[in-house]
């Protein structure tokens, strides 16, 4: 391996990294403190690198070395499609799990494992495999609000509005009326008494085994790419932005129970998505027909909020919480858009 050029710029390192490339040249940049440094991985090619790199430092703003950009991610899709049909066809079925979400195993991935861990156990539990029940422990203490301790409040404002003389006589709308406008917002009502962890904690409710599996599943793989490339601290702090920001917004929609993994998921898939197509240096990779699946089962669901489709969707996807998608979704967009924005302010 052979050092061949030190650039200022990120963008500049990408496009020539990129002209490499597609001109059959295995390269690769790695920041440093002065820059950005790009590598020759085989120095037979020493030569015909510098060639190219000379080539490219008298006109770096040529428009061909821009799209030599997409020509490079196009050659990592198609390479990387190459070694998974390899491995499929030389890998034996009882390795499938062990080696499953690109080559991440279990041990690689501890926190994508410990939120999953923590996930089937709180899920079995809590009757992931018959009907959770909020009411009862342990998701009465991770749903957004405590529903027994709101139903106890209700009753006691009940009862001293029917012992009131001002409310003796009169409807019973009336009274309801007056209830609900000293109860506040349900939603909000156990985060208001300071149970803040609830803004949080709804992530790890799963309300059917196969709601679990799917959520686990995905998580495993993309939550698991972005673990092995930007470590344990990076992922949980997506986990804590966007699991907040999905949770909340999804409250704010008037929400009282709720749950799953599926925002986080949605913001995972949006951070690795955007990385992929704008920032070639992140070295993500999302397949197109990945991409499909997932945006095909976000518009289904969304579909689910039309009035004239609720029913024949809902049957297909039961209830939803699609303003958690939506917000996750925008918020892994944000990151990624943060991310990529900050390396080039840099």
């Not at 049909?85 to 030389?90: D, F, I, K, L």
Request: charged share 20%; hydrophobic share 50%; aromatic share 10%.
């Amino acid at each position: 391996m052979r050092q061949l050029v030190q650039l200022d710029q990120e963008l500049m390192a990408a496009k020539l990294t990129a002209w490499l490339r597609v001109n059959g040249v295995d390269a690769f940049a790695e920041e440093d403190k002065s820059g950005f440094v790009v590598w020759i991985r085989d120095e037979d090619a020493i030569a015909e690198a510098r060639k190219l790199a000379a080539e490219f430092q008298s006109n770096p703003n040529d428009p061909r070395y821009a799209a030599a950009i997409k020509q490079a991610e196009e050659q990592i899709i198609a390479e990387q499609k190459r070694l998974e049909q390899q491995v499929r066809n030389t890998i034996r079925p009882g390795d499938n799990w062990r080696r499953s979400g690109g080559g991440v195993n279990l041990g690689s991935v501890p926190l994508v494992t410990a939120i999953l861990a923590i996930s089937v156990v709180l899920g079995l539990m809590g009757g992931v495999f018959s009907k959770p029940d909020v009411t009862k422990a342990p998701y009465r203490w991770l749903n957004i609000v405590d529903v027994v301790a709101l139903d106890e409040r209700a009753n006691v404002l009940g009862e001293q509005i029917e012992n009131e003389p001002d409310y003796r006589t009169a409807d019973i709308e009336t009274k309801r009326s007056e209830l609900l406008r000293r109860l506040g917002n349900p939603v909000w009502f156990s985060v208001l008494a300071g149970e803040y962890w609830r803004l949080l904690t709804p992530i790890l409710m799963h309300f059917g085994i196969t709601h679990l599996l799917f959520n686990g599943i995905c998580f495993f793989q993309i939550g698991g790419q972005i673990e092995r490339r930007q470590g344990l601290w990076f992922l949980l702090l997506l986990v804590l932005l966007t699991g907040l920001a999905s949770n909340i917004g999804q409250a704010a929609w008037g929400s009282m129970m709720f749950g799953g993994l599926s925002g986080v998921v949605y913001a995972a898939f949006g951070y690795v998505w955007i990385s992929s197509r704008y920032n070639p240096m992140s070295g993500y990779v999302m397949d197109p027909g990945n991409v499909f699946i997932i945006m095909l089962w976000f518009f289904l669901c969304l579909a689910g909020e039309i009035p004239a489709l609720s029913s024949s969707v809902g049957a297909m996807t039961g209830r939803i919480a699609n303003v958690a998608h939506v917000v996750g979704l925008l918020s892994g967009f944000a990151m990624a858009a943060v991310e990529i924005l900050r390396q080039r302010w840099r």
